[in-house]
């Protein structure tokens, strides 16, 4: 199975912005429920915000009004714009489908310093 391509990831200063971009060789984004997840040390994955086919998004209480995400159909890509960024944000971000993820991709790091 494919795995997604996650980068944009960052070391950042608290309250600074990064965007994530990720992209699937194995199919169109467009055709999926996706989200982005991420992974702290020591903790479970958790999704933090995904998108479905019809364009509805939620976020995760912990992101929200901070994060947004947003897919570019015509690069087969996908986003999340991270503003306000905290340390407890630091974490391994991932991309994959929102129902059922499949293959996971290596991720990109985020770290945020107080």
């Known amino acids: 199975q494919a795995r997604f391509v996650e980068s944009g990831g960052d070391l950042v200063q608290s309250g600074g912005s990064l965007r994530l971009s990720c992209k699937y060789p194995g199919g169109f984004l467009s055709v999926y429920d996706m989200g982005w997840y991420r992974q702290a040390p020591g903790k479970q994955r958790e999704l933090v915000a995904s998108l479905t086919i019809r364009g509805t998004t939620n976020y995760a209480d912990s992101v929200k009004g901070r994060f947004t995400l947003s897919r570019d159909n015509a690069k087969n890509m996908m986003f999340l714009q991270m503003n306000g960024l905290k340390p407890d944000d630091t974490a391994v971000y991932y991309c994959?489908?929102?129902?059922?993820?499949?293959?996971w991709g290596q991720g990109t790091q985020v770290t945020v310093s107080s």
């Open positions: 994959n489908f929102a129902t059922r993820p499949g293959s």
